[in-house]
Protein backbone atom coordinates (compact mmCIF):
# COMPACT_ATOMS: atom_id res chain seq x y z
CA UNK A 1 0.00 0.00 0.00
CA UNK A 2 1.83 3.21 -0.86
CA UNK A 3 -0.33 5.61 0.66
CA UNK A 4 0.78 9.41 -0.32
CA UNK A 5 3.10 9.43 -3.30
CA UNK A 6 4.92 12.21 -4.32
CA UNK A 7 7.28 13.04 -7.36
CA UNK A 8 9.87 14.28 -7.82
CA UNK A 9 11.75 13.71 -4.55
CA UNK A 10 14.23 16.01 -5.64
CA UNK A 11 14.71 19.02 -7.84
CA UNK A 12 16.65 21.86 -8.73
CA UNK A 13 15.77 25.09 -10.38
CA UNK A 14 16.97 28.37 -11.28
CA UNK A 15 15.10 31.88 -10.53
CA UNK A 16 12.16 32.16 -12.91
CA UNK A 17 11.51 28.59 -13.40
CA UNK A 18 8.24 26.84 -13.62
CA UNK A 19 7.40 23.32 -12.04
CA UNK A 20 4.64 21.07 -11.05
CA UNK A 21 4.94 18.86 -7.95
CA UNK A 22 2.86 15.36 -8.11
CA UNK A 23 0.74 13.76 -5.30
CA UNK A 24 -1.06 11.29 -5.76
CA UNK A 25 -2.94 9.01 -2.74
CA UNK A 26 -4.66 5.61 -3.36
CA UNK A 27 -6.26 5.65 0.12
CA UNK A 28 -9.57 7.07 -1.77
CA UNK A 29 -9.38 10.10 0.52
CA UNK A 30 -11.45 13.35 0.00
CA UNK A 31 -9.51 15.62 1.44
CA UNK A 32 -6.00 16.41 -0.15
CA UNK A 33 -3.18 19.02 1.32
CA UNK A 34 -0.04 20.94 0.56
CA UNK A 35 2.49 21.73 3.39
CA UNK A 36 6.55 23.33 3.25
CA UNK A 37 8.61 22.81 5.58
CA UNK A 38 11.24 25.29 6.76
CA UNK A 39 13.58 24.91 9.28
CA UNK A 40 12.77 26.28 12.82
CA UNK A 41 9.27 26.79 11.07
CA UNK A 42 7.52 24.03 11.31
CA UNK A 43 5.10 22.90 8.74
CA UNK A 44 2.93 25.36 6.71
CA UNK A 45 0.02 24.89 4.95
CA UNK A 46 0.20 26.10 1.05
CA UNK A 47 -3.32 24.83 -0.50
CA UNK A 48 -5.74 22.34 0.57
CA UNK A 49 -8.72 20.48 -1.31
CA UNK A 50 -11.66 19.41 1.34
CA UNK A 51 -12.99 17.06 -2.00
CA UNK A 52 -12.68 16.62 -5.19
CA UNK A 53 -13.26 20.30 -7.20
CA UNK A 54 -12.53 22.60 -4.26
CA UNK A 55 -9.52 23.85 -3.53
CA UNK A 56 -9.03 26.63 -0.73
CA UNK A 57 -5.63 28.93 0.18
CA UNK A 58 -4.05 28.09 3.71
CA UNK A 59 -1.46 29.98 5.25
CA UNK A 60 1.22 30.90 2.73
CA UNK A 61 -0.36 30.70 -1.09
CA UNK A 62 1.16 33.36 -2.39
CA UNK A 63 3.87 32.27 -5.19
CA UNK A 64 1.97 28.93 -5.85
CA UNK A 65 -1.31 27.33 -7.55
CA UNK A 66 -3.26 23.98 -7.14
CA UNK A 67 -5.05 22.09 -9.67
CA UNK A 68 -7.27 18.93 -7.75
CA UNK A 69 -7.03 16.53 -10.88
CA UNK A 70 -9.51 14.05 -9.56
CA UNK A 71 -9.99 12.28 -6.80
CA UNK A 72 -6.58 10.77 -6.38
CA UNK A 73 -4.35 13.54 -7.35
CA UNK A 74 -3.67 17.28 -6.37
CA UNK A 75 -0.43 18.99 -7.82
CA UNK A 76 1.03 22.08 -7.01
CA UNK A 77 2.92 24.49 -9.24
CA UNK A 78 5.17 27.27 -8.87
CA UNK A 79 4.71 29.66 -11.86
CA UNK A 80 7.97 31.61 -11.71
CA UNK A 81 10.25 30.08 -8.81
CA UNK A 82 11.85 32.26 -5.98
CA UNK A 83 14.99 31.21 -3.72
CA UNK A 84 12.24 32.06 -0.99
CA UNK A 85 10.60 28.93 -2.37
CA UNK A 86 13.19 27.10 -1.41
CA UNK A 87 11.66 24.22 0.74
CA UNK A 88 10.82 20.68 1.23
CA UNK A 89 7.26 20.04 0.21
CA UNK A 90 4.72 17.52 1.84
CA UNK A 91 1.62 16.44 0.12
CA UNK A 92 -0.78 14.62 2.66
CA UNK A 93 -4.46 13.30 2.40
CA UNK A 94 -7.20 12.12 4.52
CA UNK A 95 -10.79 10.49 4.80
CA UNK A 96 -12.06 13.99 5.45
CA UNK A 97 -11.64 17.80 6.11
CA UNK A 98 -11.58 18.69 9.72
CA UNK A 99 -9.95 17.99 13.08
CA UNK A 100 -11.17 14.67 14.00
CA UNK A 101 -9.20 13.44 11.22
CA UNK A 102 -5.39 12.10 10.94
CA UNK A 103 -3.67 13.49 7.94
CA UNK A 104 -1.29 11.27 6.03
CA UNK A 105 1.98 12.40 4.69
CA UNK A 106 4.22 11.50 1.60
CA UNK A 107 7.71 11.57 2.08
CA UNK A 108 8.01 15.34 0.33
CA UNK A 109 9.79 16.90 -2.64
CA UNK A 110 13.36 18.76 -1.32
CA UNK A 111 13.41 22.00 -3.64
CA UNK A 112 15.91 24.09 -4.37
CA UNK A 113 16.09 27.38 -6.08
CA UNK A 114 19.32 29.11 -7.24
CA UNK B 1 -5.78 28.44 20.20
CA UNK B 2 -4.45 25.66 22.52
CA UNK B 3 -0.63 25.53 22.49
CA UNK B 4 1.63 22.61 22.93
CA UNK B 5 4.63 22.19 25.58
CA UNK B 6 7.37 19.11 24.57
CA UNK B 7 10.72 18.73 26.59
CA UNK B 8 13.06 19.12 23.48
CA UNK B 9 15.26 15.97 23.91
CA UNK B 10 14.64 12.51 25.80
CA UNK B 11 16.48 9.05 25.39
CA UNK B 12 15.36 5.71 25.82
CA UNK B 13 17.34 2.18 26.29
CA UNK B 14 16.23 -0.16 23.48
CA UNK B 15 13.44 -2.90 24.76
CA UNK B 16 12.04 -0.56 26.97
CA UNK B 17 8.81 1.46 27.19
CA UNK B 18 9.30 5.01 25.88
CA UNK B 19 7.06 7.60 27.70
CA UNK B 20 7.09 10.66 25.74
CA UNK B 21 4.92 13.95 27.85
CA UNK B 22 2.88 16.48 26.44
CA UNK B 23 1.22 19.54 28.63
CA UNK B 24 -1.80 20.97 26.85
CA UNK B 25 -3.29 23.26 29.35
CA UNK B 26 -5.22 25.23 27.12
CA UNK B 27 -6.61 22.54 25.39
CA UNK B 28 -10.55 23.12 24.68
CA UNK B 29 -13.26 21.23 24.57
CA UNK B 30 -13.67 20.02 20.98
CA UNK B 31 -9.52 19.64 20.25
CA UNK B 32 -8.48 16.41 19.55
CA UNK B 33 -4.91 15.42 21.10
CA UNK B 34 -3.09 13.95 17.99
CA UNK B 35 0.63 12.58 17.13
CA UNK B 36 2.89 12.18 14.89
CA UNK B 37 6.74 11.25 14.25
CA UNK B 38 9.17 12.46 12.14
CA UNK B 39 12.51 10.08 11.04
CA UNK B 40 15.36 12.34 9.22
CA UNK B 41 14.34 13.22 5.78
CA UNK B 42 10.85 11.19 5.47
CA UNK B 43 7.37 12.86 6.03
CA UNK B 44 5.49 13.09 9.00
CA UNK B 45 4.20 9.78 9.92
CA UNK B 46 0.71 9.33 12.15
CA UNK B 47 1.09 7.31 15.17
CA UNK B 48 -2.55 7.82 17.28
CA UNK B 49 -5.05 10.70 18.54
CA UNK B 50 -7.94 10.69 20.81
CA UNK B 51 -10.50 13.48 22.22
CA UNK B 52 -11.43 12.40 25.74
CA UNK B 53 -10.44 8.35 25.92
CA UNK B 54 -7.30 6.76 26.39
CA UNK B 55 -6.29 4.72 23.09
CA UNK B 56 -4.16 2.20 22.08
CA UNK B 57 -3.28 1.29 18.07
CA UNK B 58 -0.20 -1.38 17.01
CA UNK B 59 2.21 1.36 17.12
CA UNK B 60 1.44 3.03 20.35
CA UNK B 61 -0.38 4.20 23.36
CA UNK B 62 -2.31 7.87 24.20
CA UNK B 63 -3.20 8.20 28.15
CA UNK B 64 -4.87 11.87 28.50
CA UNK B 65 -5.43 12.90 31.75
CA UNK B 66 -9.23 13.24 33.02
CA UNK B 67 -8.90 17.27 32.91
CA UNK B 68 -7.23 16.92 29.41
CA UNK B 69 -4.27 19.06 30.23
CA UNK B 70 -1.50 16.73 29.56
CA UNK B 71 -1.05 13.77 27.70
CA UNK B 72 1.68 10.55 26.90
CA UNK B 73 2.22 8.76 24.34
CA UNK B 74 4.01 5.63 25.32
CA UNK B 75 5.90 3.00 22.72
CA UNK B 76 6.07 -0.34 24.92
CA UNK B 77 9.06 -1.56 23.59
CA UNK B 78 11.33 1.03 21.87
CA UNK B 79 13.57 -0.13 18.71
CA UNK B 80 15.99 1.87 17.47
CA UNK B 81 13.96 2.34 14.15
CA UNK B 82 11.74 4.43 16.63
CA UNK B 83 14.56 7.59 17.35
CA UNK B 84 12.70 10.21 15.80
CA UNK B 85 11.00 13.75 16.60
CA UNK B 86 7.71 13.13 18.20
CA UNK B 87 5.34 16.10 17.64
CA UNK B 88 2.02 16.65 19.79
CA UNK B 89 -0.28 18.64 18.31
CA UNK B 90 -3.84 19.75 19.44
CA UNK B 91 -4.15 22.47 17.34
CA UNK B 92 -5.96 21.91 14.26
CA UNK B 93 -7.89 25.28 12.41
CA UNK B 94 -8.80 25.94 9.17
CA UNK B 95 -7.42 22.40 7.94
CA UNK B 96 -4.01 22.93 8.83
CA UNK B 97 -2.06 20.74 11.43
CA UNK B 98 0.37 22.90 13.87
CA UNK B 99 3.44 20.94 14.48
CA UNK B 100 5.70 22.48 17.10
CA UNK B 101 9.43 21.62 17.92
CA UNK B 102 8.50 18.27 18.79
CA UNK B 103 10.57 15.74 21.35
CA UNK B 104 13.61 14.13 20.07
CA UNK B 105 13.91 10.90 21.07
CA UNK B 106 16.66 8.65 20.51
CA UNK B 107 16.92 4.88 21.04
CA UNK B 108 20.06 3.66 22.74
CA UNK B 109 21.50 -0.08 21.79
Known amino acids: NAGVTQTPKFQVLKTGQSMTLQCAQD?????MYWYRQDPGMGLRLIYYSASEGTTDKGEVPNGYNVSRLNKREFSLRLESAAPSQTSVYFC?????????????FGDGTRLSIL | DAKTTQPPSMDCAEGRAANLPCNHSTISGNEYVYWYRQIHSQGPQYIIH???NNETNEMASLIITEDRKSSTLILPHATLRDTAVYYCIVRVTGNQFYFGTGTSLTVIP
Open chain 1, 92 to 104: ASSEAPGASQPQH
Open chain 1, 27 to 31: MNHNS
Open chain 2, 50 to 52: GLK
